[in-house]
């Protein structure tokens, strides 16, 4: 079992619309979870950090966290074609007394159509 | 500068050749971490630096990799004998806190080695 698990896609949603990314993990230790943006070619691009339970709001984006649930949303109102891109969940896995190094899902391919 | 720089942006290299990628930070940034992300696949983690110190190689796929960070600035992860294998994206991040666990990482734009 992978330890962060995303829905590769592609999602495909209307311009406008709302786009709903979800995220599950394995690691109930977890602190710190992270949603980044990639587009083709590109490096991530941080555009959300979330660390308690419930939700985070930012622009258009929302993060929505379940800890219990072990579960990590991320959704983007008014969707716009310049959304498109794969977005790609993070999850802070620590080991005791050393590093914070992210564990990263495969990343969700979202389509803006017009 | 005000984001992390990765040098250099393209790499090909034919294999058994040495190759040497370098990253700097953010300025300032006391933590700093190596990826590595196949095509399609989100980034894997490869080492940790805090400050000179790596304090996390568990990632490294084999003794090829090396990675320093001799003045806790500028880090450079070295691959030797490079095999078709390490074609992927090499991306470097840094955060800035010395323990923090909710600390945000902000990557380079990576290095993409092609091995022939």
């Known amino acids: 079992q992978k330890e962060v698990e995303q829905n590769s896609g592609p999602l495909s949603v209307p311009e406008g619309a709302i786009a709903s990314l979800n995220c599950t993990y394995s690691?109930?230790?977890?602190?710190?979870f992270f949603w980044y943006r990639q587009y083709s070619g590109k490096s991530p691009e941080l555009i959300m950090s979330?660390?308690?339970?419930g939700d985070k709001e930012d622009g258009r984006f929302t993060a929505q966290l379940n800890k219990a649930s072990q579960y990590v949303s991320l959704l983007i109102r008014d969707s716009q074609p310049s959304d498109s891109a794969t977005y790609l969940c993070?999850?802070?896995?620590?080991?005791?007394?050393?590093?914070?190094?992210?564990?990263f899902g495969t990343g969700t391919r979202l389509q803006v159509t017009l | 500068g005000a984001g992390v720089s990765q040098s250099p942006r393209y790499k090909v290299a034919k294999r058994g050749q040495d190759v040497a990628l370098r990253c700097d930070p953010i300025s300032g940034h006391v933590s700093l971490f190596w990826y590595q992300q196949a095509l399609g696949q989100g980034p894997e983690f490869l080492t940790y630096?805090?400050?000179?110190?790596?304090?996390?190689k568990s990632g490294l796929p084999s003794d090829r990799f090396f990675a320093e960070r001799p003045e806790g600035s500028v880090s450079t992860l070295k691959i030797q004998r490079t095999q078709q294998e390490d074609s992927a994206v090499y991306l470097c991040?840094?955060?800035?806190?010395?323990?923090?666990?909710?600390?945000?990482?902000?990557f380079g734009p990576g290095t993409r080695l092609t091995v022939l």
């Open positions: 630096f805090q400050n000179e110190a790596q304090l996390d």
């Open positions: 991040a840094s955060s800035g806190s010395r323990t923090s666990a909710l600390d945000e990482q902000f």
């Open positions: 690691d109930r230790v977890s602190q710190s």
């Open positions: 993070a999850v802070n896995t620590l080991n005791t007394g050393t590093a914070s190094k992210l564990t």
């Open positions: 979330i660390y308690s339970n």
